[in-house]
């Protein structure tokens, strides 16, 4: 497997609200692969940006405070940059950086397009997952099961994608749904999904979703909300992901044939 082809251009999205505590480890911990480490600054009232940029790391800012609003503004800011790959990951040093050559092998050996980092099937260090997050996780997951045919068994941060399969889904979600939404759309799309096992540590700080009860209760209601939608609208004809998704990979096979 060559992990550094040089046609491939990998980009890397780190959200961070309040990580100036950690960004610069997981800044540090990025395989030299990667050609750009983008921090997205989610509306930071600490050090997270100055920080970054310290490390080497391009920074852009989103005022906007969300998970989603942060991975949306790292693309936007991606279409200008044109990458073959995108890999998003948390900015608190919970995800191990330099385990990123196991997720993007699969993409770069053309077996996947789009693979999700599994906590669960990895290593996760003692305390890391809490129970909430565990049991959130088995039931997001089941339901997917259940409804899109799709074995996930993680909605985990660490992920990577083709970058035009991730403009294809045309991704909406501005908060806590969008690592679900991104899992439902590429099931949808009939993208080349592959799980991997991934170790995970306990954060550096507090966690802003799981480490409070309101955070886990929104969380929780999103991903339930998320799917819901999305199962509902099964089977109309709803112009979306899958047509647009097809699209680019047929016209990359086809340039590859």
Request: proline share 5%; charged share 25%; aromatic share 6%.
């Amino acid at each position: 497997m060559n992990l550094t082809p040089s046609h491939t251009s990998i980009l890397v999205i780190i959200p961070a609200f309040n990580e100036a505590r950690a960004i610069r480890r997981v800044i540090n911990d990025v395989p030299d692969m990667v050609d750009e480490i983008v921090v997205v600054n989610n509306a930071s009232t600490d050090e997270t940006a100055d920080n970054a940029r310290a490390a080497g790391a391009t920074v852009v800012r989103e005022p906007n405070q969300g998970y989603g609003y942060a991975c949306l503004r790292g693309i936007e800011y991606a279409r200008g940059k044109q990458p073959d790959v995108i890999v998003f990951l948390d900015g608190d040093y919970s995800d191990h950086p330099d385990e990123m050559t196991r997720l993007l092998g699969p993409i770069l050996d053309d077996e996947a397009d789009f693979v999700v980092g599994s906590r669960i099937r990895g290593d996760a260090e003692p305390g890391a997952m809490r129970p909430q997050a565990r049991i959130g996780n088995r039931l997001a997951c089941a339901l997917m099961r259940w409804i899109w045919g799709v074995g996930y068994t993680d909605l985990g941060p660490f992920r990577a994608i083709r970058f035009q399969d991730l403009l294809a889904l045309d991704m909406q979600d501005q908060t806590f749904g969008w690592t679900i939404e991104m899992q439902i759309k590429a099931a949808e799309a009939g993208l080349r999904i592959r799980e991997v096992p991934v170790s995970y540590r306990k954060r550096v700080g507090v966690s802003k979703i799981t480490g409070t009860l309101s955070g886990t209760m929104k969380a929780s209601a999103k991903i339930l909300w998320t799917i819901a939608r999305f199962a509902l609208r099964r089977g109309r004809n709803v112009p979306g992901a899958s047509t647009a998704a097809t699209r680019h990979r047929s016209t990359r096979e086809s340039a590859v044939g």
